[in-house]
């Protein structure tokens, strides 16, 4: 099936085991030009140094880089590591990115080799070679991993003081000077010359001249000390530099010429150049703002409908968070992070859809409310937007609206400045970013295997099987997705081998997609992922694009893989072995294999054999370890990295499964009476705890099967599909009092003074997905309703039943409306409305009509309605 692995495996078997590395000979010695082949006497492949097989000049060739990461802006320097062999012909460096940009490099004091990244249109691993002749050849290679402006530490590039300052100057109260600081010794030189770069895209949108350009634009200042600031008074830019409105500064050694591309650099954030903007901007900034934000309006009117491509939106923050394998934390509002959400502030968190959509490469939003409920763009300025260019590009990114970062920054989020932040259009604005409201959503399936190890598959059976060896935990020829697994048994303190197994190793590849793997690492005893068997080191960067998958690791050992299929993998390690759960989407009922089962909503068939055959549920455990057997890697297709002489040995040359090793079985198990209760205690009924027990004879053991088992069933919780009735309106000339629209909400209804409802108070969703009746009508009033106090009170004619909470209070006159007092005035309204404020979407209450006095109820669950805290405010009477 991957045949490509094939030849590797041969080699090995012909290879013998070498003592170490060999002496180099000739060329066919050398790695030079070599780097990634196994083939030859000695071995360029990353997997050599594990093996001892590496050529002598492996490092010299297959270049380890420190800093391995950086903006892709360009401009860091990154120093070559253990590069002693050669040394430049007359000392000049050229490096070579993607075979098409090169930059220089340089050698420093000390004999240490540079290279400086150049200014990239793409973020993700970005292979490069270097010459140290002069040009004449490339045999060095290494790769350089560009990433998202805004993934950057702050110590790497140069910060905008008060980045609010910057995006309202030139509005009213904003003049004055601005400044910018940076780190000095991150550019090593004692004047410095600031320079602003634009951005811009030409051509039609969605041609094939759509381009992406950064330009020079002009100097802010030359030649000024490296003092890690600067301040200036902004002025007005000649007209012909007006038509960049986003852009950064740049910082380089004044020894450079004015805009020289690649050198070293320093960039700050992409910002909106307002303070660059012409003086028809600073005379009347919503004027000009308002003519900006309807020419944007115009330009959506002609471009596509992307809408229509995005996928819908979890209905809840539980959803958004546990479909890992599409949507991800948005950085910009981050509940892990004290969701800081600058654009969002009623939001506590924010997704967004990992993938592009398919034609247009935008993006989906999804941002929630603190009790989980979604934000709508209808009812919030806070809420979800969707993108025309996904802030996170999409591969294979270089042109629009594929650039990460600063297509979204042209079309969603400069445009949102002129509606929303310098002009009170907003509504303009969010009326082209609808929020979708997840009545299309469907959660994905989910199936886990951990512990000893344990499986629970998509559709929900669950058994326990203990092989040794190499397995295919799901294959979906839909996408051509396989996930395999090593299971190995564990060894104790003392040396011995239980007769358990656990998953140590996990792989995944779909179609021609880059292979990740996750693995125990042997020395550490923490994860270790691996990218087309090489180690990765995640000590810059927590997030990786990759070839037809993305890539995050947290803290505390948690990877997420993100395949392009919207198939997703979460790896954690809560013990002794990995956990592995696997999300699929809709689409890929009915194509699944393997030991997660087939994924169908049938339980009863998810043992099918190869061929097929499908054993019944109650099989016994001894049958279903056949079952499992059967679902052995077949050699040629391994996924797995064989780079320590012990995986060879063990799992390279010996049959996939291993035939000789008994396990224990459910039920074979015994302990001693006290180990029992202890298990007990601990376990309660889990079955999966009490058994890893009995197995290995370790409570802990035991323990972080439970954890992972509580895991899973935490993530089914969320992944429980709910139905929504979708956005309804607030009636015209009226106000609603929820913005919640899952399947057992009530909305309220009320009309704006001088208005009477028209049509039922009250709307529920019911579980069809439906509203119980439409939106009332708000018509003006003739039934002689009055306010005392005028002002902001609503008018209500068809009064609610009384709730039966209790005690009743009698209400402030609007007119002495002190918050929370109690007072026995009357005056002669009908019904009245009142709206409890320590609750701010608390229930609202009426009482029946007439009523001679201004009554309210306070419903039970205020324990203490005579406390001072209460207040309350009128919402309507007539
Ligand atoms: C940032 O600038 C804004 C606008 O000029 C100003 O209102 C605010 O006080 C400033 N904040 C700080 C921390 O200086
Ligand atoms: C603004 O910056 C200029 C140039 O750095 C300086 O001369 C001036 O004093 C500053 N003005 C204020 C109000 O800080
Ligand atoms: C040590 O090894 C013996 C068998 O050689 C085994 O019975 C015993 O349980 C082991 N002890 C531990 C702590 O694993
Ligand atoms: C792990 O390390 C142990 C000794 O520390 C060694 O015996 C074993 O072969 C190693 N396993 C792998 C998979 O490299
Ligand atoms: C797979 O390779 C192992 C080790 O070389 C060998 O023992 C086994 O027979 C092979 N299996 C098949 C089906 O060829
Ligand atoms: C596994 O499924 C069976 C039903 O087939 C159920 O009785 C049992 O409790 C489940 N085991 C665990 C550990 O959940
Ligand atoms: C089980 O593991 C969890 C999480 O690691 C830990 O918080 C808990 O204390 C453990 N319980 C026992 C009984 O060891
Ligand atoms: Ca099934």
């Given at each position: 099936?991957?045949?490509?692995?094939?030849?590797?495996?041969?080699?090995?078997?012909?290879?013998?085991?070498?003592?170490?590395?060999?002496?180099t000979?000739?060329a066919?010695e050398s790695c030079s030009m070599r780097c990634g082949t196994?083939?030859?006497?000695c071995?360029c492949h990353p997997?050599c140094?594990?093996?001892?097989?590496c050529c002598l000049d492996f490092r010299d060739f297959c270049l380890e880089i420190s800093?391995y990461?950086?903006?892709?802006?360009?401009?860091?320097d990154f120093v070559v590591q253990h590069f002693k062999t050669i040394s430049p012909t007359d000392g000049s460096v050229i490096c070579r990115f993607k075979e098409s940009i090169q930059t220089l490099g340089h050698v420093d004091?000390?004999g240490q080799v540079h290279c400086v990244s150049p200014?990239?249109?793409?973020?993700?691993r970005i292979p490069f070679t270097v010459s140290l002749d002069n040009g004449h050849s490339f045999p060095h290679a290494g790769t350089w991993?560009?990433?998202?402006?805004?993934?950057?530490?702050?110590?790497?590039?140069?910060?905008?003081?008060?980045?609010?300052?910057?995006?309202?100057?030139?509005?009213?109260?904003?003049?004055?000077?601005?400044?910018?600081?940076?780190?000095?010794?991150?550019?090593?030189?004692?004047?410095?010359?600031?320079?602003?770069?634009?951005?811009?895209?030409?051509?039609?949108?969605?041609?094939?001249?759509?381009?992406?350009?950064?330009?020079?634009?002009?100097?802010?200042?030359?030649?000024?000390?490296?003092?890690?600031?600067?301040?200036?008074?902004?002025?007005?830019?000649?007209?012909?530099?007006?038509?960049?409105?986003?852009?950064?500064?740049?910082?380089?050694?004044?020894?450079?010429?004015?805009?020289?591309?690649?050198?070293?650099?320093?960039?700050?954030?992409?910002?909106?150049?307002?303070?660059?903007?012409?003086?028809?901007?600073?005379?009347?900034?919503?004027?000009?703002?308002?003519?900006?934000?309807?020419?944007?309006?115009?330009?959506?009117?002609?471009?596509?409908?992307?809408?229509?491509?995005?996928?819908?939106?979890?209905?809840?923050?539980?959803?958004?968070?546990?479909?890992?394998?599409?949507?991800?934390?948005?950085?910009?509002?981050?509940?892990?992070?004290?969701?800081?959400?600058?654009?969002?502030?009623?939001?506590?968190?924010?997704?967004?859809?990992?993938?592009?959509?398919?034609?247009?490469?935008?993006?989906?939003?999804?941002?929630?409310?603190?009790?989980?409920?979604?934000?709508?763009?209808?009812?919030?300025?806070?809420?979800?937007?969707?993108?025309?260019?996904?802030?996170?590009?999409?591969?294979?990114?270089?042109?629009?609206?594929?650039?990460?970062?600063?297509?979204?920054?042209?079309?969603?989020?400069?445009?949102?400045?002129?509606?929303?932040?310098?002009?009170?259009?907003?509504?303009?604005?969010?009326?082209?970013?609808?929020?979708?409201?997840?009545?299309?959503?469907?959660?994905?399936?989910?199936?886990?295997?951990?512990?000893?190890?344990?499986?629970?598959?998509?559709?929900?059976?669950?058994?326990?099987?203990?092989?040794?060896?190499?397995?295919?935990?799901?294959?979906?020829?839909?996408?051509?997705?396989?996930?395999?697994?090593?299971?190995?048994?564990?060894?104790?303190?003392?040396?011995?081998?239980?007769?358990?197994?656990?998953?140590?190793?996990?792989?995944?590849?779909?179609?021609?997609?880059?292979?990740?793997?996750?693995?125990?690492?042997?020395?550490?005893?923490?994860?270790?992922?691996?990218?087309?068997?090489e180690?990765?080191?995640?000590?810059?960067?927590?997030?990786?694009?990759?070839?037809?998958?993305?890539?995050?690791?947290?803290?505390?050992?948690?990877?997420?893989?993100?395949?392009?299929?919207?198939?997703?993998?979460?790896?954690?390690?809560?013990?002794?072995?990995?956990?592995?759960?696997?999300?699929?989407?809709?689409?890929?009922?009915?194509?699944?294999?393997?030991?997660?089962?087939?994924?169908?909503?049938?339980?009863?068939?998810?043992?099918?054999?190869?061929?097929?055959?499908?054993?019944?549920?109650?099989?016994?455990?001894?049958?279903?370890?056949?079952?499992?057997?059967?679902?052995?890697?077949?050699?040629?297709?391994?996924?797995?990295?064989?780079?320590?002489?012990?995986?060879?040995?063990?799992?390279?040359?010996?049959?996939?499964?291993?035939?000789?090793?008994?396990?224990?079985?459910?039920?074979?198990?015994?302990?001693?009476?006290?180990?029992?209760?202890?298990?007990?205690?601990?376990?309660?009924?889990?079955?999966?705890?009490?058994?890893?027990?009995?197995?290995?004879?370790?409570?802990?053991?035991?323990?972080?099967?439970?954890?992972?088992?509580?895991?899973?069933?935490?993530?089914?919780?969320?992944?429980?599909?709910?139905?929504?009735?979708?956005?309804?309106?607030?009636?015209?000339?009226?106000?609603?009092?929820?913005?919640?629209?899952?399947?057992?909400?009530?909305?309220?209804?009320?009309?704006?003074?001088?208005?009477?409802?028209?049509?039922?108070?009250?709307?529920?969703?019911?579980?069809?997905?439906?509203?119980?009746?439409?939106?009332?009508?708000?018509?003006?009033?003739?039934?002689?309703?009055?306010?005392?106090?005028?002002?902001?009170?609503?008018?209500?004619?068809?009064?609610?039943?009384?709730?039966?909470?209790?005690?009743?209070?009698?209400?402030?006159?609007?007119?002495?409306?002190?918050?929370?007092?109690?007072?026995?005035?009357?005056?002669?309204?009908?019904?009245?409305?009142?709206?409890?404020?320590?609750?701010?979407?608390?229930?609202?209450?009426?009482?029946?009509?007439?009523?001679?006095?201004?009554?309210?109820?306070?419903?039970?669950?205020?324990?203490?309605?005579?406390?001072?805290?209460?207040?309350?405010?009128?919402?309507?009477?007539?």
């Amino acid at each position: 099936m991957k045949p490509a692995l094939l030849p590797w495996a041969l080699l090995l078997l012909a290879t013998a085991p070498g003592p170490g590395p060999r002496l180099t000979a000739d060329a066919q010695e050398s790695c030079s030009m070599r780097c990634g082949t196994l083939d030859g006497p000695c071995s360029c492949h990353p997997t050599c140094s594990g093996l001892g097989m590496c050529c002598l000049d492996f490092r010299d060739f297959c270049l380890e880089i420190s800093p391995y990461s950086g903006s892709m802006m360009g401009g860091k320097d990154f120093v070559v590591q253990h590069f002693k062999t050669i040394s430049p012909t007359d000392g000049s460096v050229i490096c070579r990115f993607k075979e098409s940009i090169q930059t220089l490099g340089h050698v420093d004091s000390s004999g240490q080799v540079h290279c400086v990244s150049p200014l990239l249109y793409e973020s993700g691993r970005i292979p490069f070679t270097v010459s140290l002749d002069n040009g004449h050849s490339f045999p060095h290679a290494g790769t350089w991993l560009a990433v998202h402006p805004n993934k950057v530490s702050v110590m790497e590039k140069s910060t905008l003081v008060n980045e609010t300052r910057w995006q309202y100057y030139g509005t009213a109260d904003t003049s004055g000077n601005l400044s910018l600081t940076w780190h000095m010794e991150a550019l090593p030189t004692k004047t410095v010359t600031i320079e602003l770069w634009g951005y811009e895209e030409i051509g039609m949108p969605y041609s094939q001249e759509w381009t992406a350009k950064w330009s020079y634009l002009y100097p802010l200042a030359t030649h000024i000390p490296n003092s890690g600031s600067f301040t200036f008074t902004p002025k007005p830019a000649p007209p012909s530099y007006q038509k960049w409105q986003v852009g950064a500064l740049r910082i380089i050694d004044s020894k450079n010429y004015a805009g020289q591309k690649d050198v070293q650099a320093l960039w700050t954030n992409d910002h909106a150049l307002a303070w660059h903007l012409s003086d028809d901007f600073r005379e009347d900034p919503v004027a000009w703002a308002r003519t900006q934000c309807q020419a944007w309006e115009e330009l959506e009117e002609q471009l596509p409908n992307f809408l229509e491509e995005l996928p819908a939106c979890p209905c809840t923050l539980a959803q958004a968070r546990a479909d890992s394998g599409r949507f991800f934390t948005d950085y910009g509002c981050d509940m892990e992070q004290g969701s800081v959400c600058t654009y969002h502030p009623e939001a506590v968190h924010c997704v967004r859809s990992v993938q592009a959509s398919p034609r247009y490469g935008s993006g989906q939003q999804c941002c929630y409310s603190e009790d989980g409920t979604q934000l709508l763009t209808a009812d919030s300025s806070s809420g979800s937007t969707p993108d025309r260019g996904h802030d996170w590009g999409a591969p294979p990114f270089r042109t629009p609206p594929r650039v990460p970062g600063m297509s979204h920054w042209l079309y969603d989020v400069l445009s949102f400045y002129y509606c929303c932040l310098w002009a009170p259009d907003c509504p303009r604005y969010m009326q082209r970013r609808p929020s979708n409201d997840c009545r299309d959503y469907r959660p994905p399936s989910l199936a886990s295997a951990f512990g000893d190890p344990h499986f629970v598959t998509f559709d929900g059976t669950n058994f326990t099987f203990n092989g040794r060896g190499e397995y295919v935990l799901l294959e979906a020829a839909l996408t051509d997705l396989n996930v395999q697994v090593r299971a190995q048994p564990r060894t104790t303190s003392n040396g011995t081998q239980t007769r358990g197994t656990g998953l140590t190793a996990v792989a995944v590849q779909e179609g021609n997609s880059d292979v990740v793997e996750v693995r125990l690492a042997n020395r550490t005893r923490g994860l270790e992922v691996l990218l087309n068997q090489e180690v990765l080191s995640f000590t810059e960067q927590s997030w990786m694009d990759l070839k037809g998958m993305f890539l995050s690791v947290a803290a505390g050992d948690r990877v997420s893989i993100m395949l392009a299929s919207g198939a997703g993998l979460e790896v954690s390690l809560p013990g002794p072995f990995l956990s592995v759960s696997v999300l699929l989407p809709e689409k890929f009922r009915t194509h699944t294999h393997g030991l997660l089962g087939t994924l169908n909503g049938d339980p009863t068939d998810d043992f099918t054999l190869r061929s097929g055959r499908v054993l019944p549920p109650g099989t016994s455990p001894r049958e279903l370890f056949l079952f499992g057997a059967d679902w052995a890697v077949h050699n040629a297709s391994s996924l797995l990295t064989y780079d320590s002489w012990f995986l060879v040995h063990n799992f390279l040359y010996r049959p996939k499964h291993d035939p000789t090793f008994e396990p224990l079985f459910p039920g074979e198990t015994t302990l001693n009476p006290s180990q029992a209760q202890e298990a007990a205690k601990l376990c309660g009924d889990d079955h999966f705890c009490n058994f890893d027990v009995a197995a290995t004879g370790s409570l802990s053991t035991g323990n972080a099967t439970r954890v992972a088992y509580q895991l899973h069933h935490h993530r089914m919780q969320s992944l429980q599909p709910v139905v929504s009735c979708g956005w309804l309106a607030p009636p015209p000339n009226g106000k609603k009092d929820s913005n919640r629209y899952l399947a057992g909400s009530t909305i309220y209804f009320h009309c704006d003074n001088g208005y009477s409802l028209a049509g039922a108070e009250t709307s529920t969703c019911q579980a069809d997905g439906t509203w119980s009746s439409p939106t009332p009508k708000c018509q003006p009033d003739t039934s002689g309703a009055h306010s005392p106090d005028g002002s902001s009170l609503a008018v209500s004619t068809r009064p609610r039943p009384l709730r039966t909470g209790t005690p009743v209070l009698r209400l402030p006159h609007p007119q002495d409306q002190t918050p929370g007092t109690r007072m026995s005035d009357t005056w002669g309204f009908n019904s009245l409305l009142c709206h409890l404020r320590p609750q701010a979407r608390g229930p609202v209450f009426q009482h029946p009509s007439p009523v001679p006095a201004a009554l309210c109820a306070v419903p039970q669950i205020l324990t203490t309605p005579n406390s001072p805290d209460l207040k309350f405010h009128i919402l309507g009477f007539s």
